[in-house]
């Protein structure tokens, strides 16, 4: 089994009288990884996909919450988000049942947390589970063979289901994408069109590593630009894409407001737009190990608990560099090459306003000094 970094995060925190919450995309693997976490104990388990679950924890009381636990001291509440109130009712168990142990899955952000942050204040810990990561595969059969199957990994991701079944990538991705994937999304409110939504998705796969437009968007999808916005958010929120603002410190002619999308997973983005092609054939190579370096480096930042803002620069002169980390230490600036580079120069522009920075280029050769 692959064991996933943030289970010695999560265990840690077992029985500290907080509500454990853990965040990700549907078929990442968290309710796995809860059960593996819990394997040696008795547990409750209550499935917000399942209607009567959603009925008895709606709208509930301490008394009633109690007899359902029996002699339980742990209750596992899967895919939380379906569940109206489920704030309040996790708000009983903190508050009025201390001795119980509560840990909680969601597969959208923007609907579980709107329903406990308020309730939850000060009684919960957040956790987000991403697809397998880089460092996660290395630790289970070691960096040379993990590197070997890096042109695999920038195909078909990292999807846990998509890791150990080969042979049947292509189909279960592609299941992925138009079933799991927008399960969530689709039945909200916000999303009344989702043929634009299926638009914007392909939309933003084929502008990978590109800087993107919403006004330009809106005009391929034939939309508008608040539309476009708003399922963006959306979209960010379901843990499909997320966005990567502009840097700048107001140096002269840094473009203030630009934004990149990326994809969560190279397999997902590689499904919306039906293409499985091997690198040789393809001219979206450099885009692609963009997309991936991106997201494993995010990946690794919040599982060791980094706290680092990510951006990518550019000027109007269309000087750029790929990615730009900010800590407390000063800032970091990546430039991710497929084929390395002999030498490579930064932008003068950046070398001479931000001479504290520290310069990388990255590629395919010395991506685990970063990754792991």
């Given at each position: 089994m692959i064991e996933r970094q943030i289970r010695k995060h999560v265990e840690s925190r077992l029985f500290k009288g907080k509500?454990?919450?853990?965040?990700?995309?549907?078929?990442?693997?968290?309710?796995?990884?809860?059960?593996?976490?819990?394997?040696?104990?008795?547990?409750?388990?209550?499935?917000?996909?399942?209607?009567?679950?959603?009925?008895?924890?709606?709208?509930?009381?301490?008394?009633?919450?109690?007899?359902?636990?029996?002699?339980?001291?742990?209750?596992?509440?899967?895919?939380?988000?379906?569940?109206?109130?489920?704030?309040?009712?996790?708000?009983?168990?903190t508050d009025q049942i201390k001795e119980v142990q509560v840990i909680v899955t969601g597969s959208s952000a923007f609907e579980l947390s709107s329903k406990v942050n308020e309730p939850l204040t000060g009684r919960k810990f957040e956790y987000l589970l991403y697809p397998i990561s880089f460092e996660e595969m290395v630790n289970h059969h070691g960096i040379l063979e993990e590197k070997r199957l890096l042109e695999h990994r920038l195909i078909y991701g990292y999807y846990p289901e998509i890791v150990t079944s080969k042979g049947a990538e292509k189909e279960l991705l592609k299941l992925l994408a138009n079933s799991y994937l927008y399960k969530d999304l689709l039945t909200l409110e916000q999303i009344n069109k989702p043929l634009i939504l299926s638009k914007l998705l392909k939309a933003l796969a084929l502008q990978i590593g590109s800087e993107v437009s919403y006004q330009e968007i809106a005009r391929l999808v034939d939309s508008d630009y608040k539309t476009v916005d708003k399922y963006i958010d959306l979209l960010e929120k379901a843990f499909v894409v997320f966005r990567l603002p502009a840097f700048n410190r107001n140096v002269r002619n840094e473009i203030k407001k630009g934004k990149k999308i990326y994809f969560y997973d190279c397999g997902i983005r590689n499904a919306v737009i039906n293409n499985f092609k091997p690198l040789s054939s393809r001219t979206d190579v450099g885009a692609l190990w963009e997309n991936h370096f991106i997201v494993e480096r995010l990946k690794y930042l919040q599982y060791h608990q980094i706290d680092a803002d990510m951006y990518f620069w550019r000027t109007t002169q269309q000087q750029e560099i790929d990615l730009i980390e900010e800590t407390q230490d000063g800032l970091q600036a990546f430039e991710l090459k497929w084929k390395r580079k002999k030498t490579i120069r930064f932008p003068t522009t950046f070398v001479k306003n931000y001479t504290e920075a520290k310069f990388d280029q990255v590629s395919p050769e010395n991506m685990e000094d970063f990754l792991c």
């Amino acid at each position: 089994m692959i064991e996933r970094q943030i289970r010695k995060h999560v265990e840690s925190r077992l029985f500290k009288g907080k509500v454990l919450l853990i965040f990700g995309p549907r078929q990442v693997g968290k309710s796995t990884l809860v059960a593996d976490l819990l394997k040696e104990n008795k547990y409750l388990y209550l499935n917000g996909d399942e209607a009567d679950v959603r009925d008895l924890l709606a709208n509930t009381t301490s008394t009633r919450l109690k007899t359902l636990l029996g002699r339980n001291h742990i209750v596992f509440v899967d895919e939380a988000q379906r569940i109206p109130n489920i704030g309040l009712t996790l708000k009983l168990f903190t508050d009025q049942i201390k001795e119980v142990q509560v840990i909680v899955t969601g597969s959208s952000a923007f609907e579980l947390s709107s329903k406990v942050n308020e309730p939850l204040t000060g009684r919960k810990f957040e956790y987000l589970l991403y697809p397998i990561s880089f460092e996660e595969m290395v630790n289970h059969h070691g960096i040379l063979e993990e590197k070997r199957l890096l042109e695999h990994r920038l195909i078909y991701g990292y999807y846990p289901e998509i890791v150990t079944s080969k042979g049947a990538e292509k189909e279960l991705l592609k299941l992925l994408a138009n079933s799991y994937l927008y399960k969530d999304l689709l039945t909200l409110e916000q999303i009344n069109k989702p043929l634009i939504l299926s638009k914007l998705l392909k939309a933003l796969a084929l502008q990978i590593g590109s800087e993107v437009s919403y006004q330009e968007i809106a005009r391929l999808v034939d939309s508008d630009y608040k539309t476009v916005d708003k399922y963006i958010d959306l979209l960010e929120k379901a843990f499909v894409v997320f966005r990567l603002p502009a840097f700048n410190r107001n140096v002269r002619n840094e473009i203030k407001k630009g934004k990149k999308i990326y994809f969560y997973d190279c397999g997902i983005r590689n499904a919306v737009i039906n293409n499985f092609k091997p690198l040789s054939s393809r001219t979206d190579v450099g885009a692609l190990w963009e997309n991936h370096f991106i997201v494993e480096r995010l990946k690794y930042l919040q599982y060791h608990q980094i706290d680092a803002d990510m951006y990518f620069w550019r000027t109007t002169q269309q000087q750029e560099i790929d990615l730009i980390e900010e800590t407390q230490d000063g800032l970091q600036a990546f430039e991710l090459k497929w084929k390395r580079k002999k030498t490579i120069r930064f932008p003068t522009t950046f070398v001479k306003n931000y001479t504290e920075a520290k310069f990388d280029q990255v590629s395919p050769e010395n991506m685990e000094d970063f990754l792991c």
